[in-house]
T-cell receptor, first 114, second 114 residues
Framework: AQSVAQPEDQVNVAEGNPLTVKCTYS??????LFWYVQYPNRGLQFLLKYITGDNLVKGSYGFEAEFNKSQTSFHLKKPSALVSDSALYFC????????????FGKGNQVVVIP | EPEVTQTPSHQVTQMGQEVILRCVPI?????FYWYRQILGQKVEFLVS????????KSEIFDDQFSVERPDGSNFTLKIRSTKLEDSAMYFC????????????FGSGTQLSVL
């Protein structure tokens, strides 16, 4: 079964500094990979996805993520963090081998310090 | 952007009581899901629903759980006899069709079982 690991509970970064949120995955087939963000009292919002093609994927709000098949990773990055990026970030994977469910990580709280 | 709506935002119930969580998916979407997140833990898949029937369910989704799409717009999750461990944030989600598409999530119902 597919699974995702987000090893850090909280990521603290100063405003203007690069932001990285780590994610590794496990699937039996090929992965579809997603990042979602959750702001307080809101549902999960889609940021970006990797399906196939270029390993570097660009998404909403200046975020990007790099698919690394050998390391089974899909880390989320932003070159210059904003205070408004403070939120809960979830990595998710869907296995292309049959089922339709998304497996989520437990989420990372990102705190951007002014 | 269209939204998935969930009601109520908070639900408090006594152990053993039945609860119904309600969701209105986006109108042209074909696949519907329920996920939940127990505080501090991963977002967990419960069930997917397509063409008026369950297409997949997790081991969490036992006989105490049921889903229904009673009128072509609402999508409900019923827990027949709630347990303390059912306390969680429950998210409804939907998407138009293909498995590589993003999910659209509601803002969740926080269920507290006392």
């Amino acid at each position: 079964a597919q699974s995702v690991a987000q090893p850090e509970d909280q990521v603290n970064v100063a405003e203007g500094n690069p932001l990285t949120v780590k994610c590794t995955y496990s699937v039996s087939g090929n992965p579809y990979l997603f990042w979602y963000v959750q702001y307080p009292n809101r549902g999960l919002q889609f940021l970006l996805k990797y399906i196939t093609g270029d390993n570097l994927v660009k998404g909403s709000y200046g975020f990007e993520a790099e698919f690394n098949k050998s390391q089974t990773s899909f880390h989320l990055k932003k070159p210059s963090a904003l205070v408004s990026d403070s939120a809960l970030y979830f990595c998710a994977v869907r296995d292309t081998n049959g089922n339709n469910r998304l497996a989520f990580g437990k989420g990372n709280q990102v705190v951007v310090i002014p | 952007e269209p939204e998935v709506t969930q009601t109520p935002s908070h639900q408090v119930t006594q152990m053993g009581q039945e609860v119904i969580l309600r969701c209105v998916p986006i109108s042209n979407h074909l696949y519907f899901y329920w996920y939940r997140q127990i505080l501090g833990q991963k977002v967990e898949f419960l069930v997917s629903f397509y063409n008026n029937e369950i297409s997949e369910k997790s081991e969490i989704f036992d006989d105490q759980f049921s889903v229904e799409r009673p009128d072509g717009s609402n999508f409900t999750l019923k827990i027949r006899s709630t347990k303390l461990e059912d306390s969680a944030m429950y998210f409804c989600a939907s998407h138009p069709g293909a498995t590589n598409e993003k999910l659209f999530f509601g803002s969740g119902t926080q269920l507290s079982v006392l």
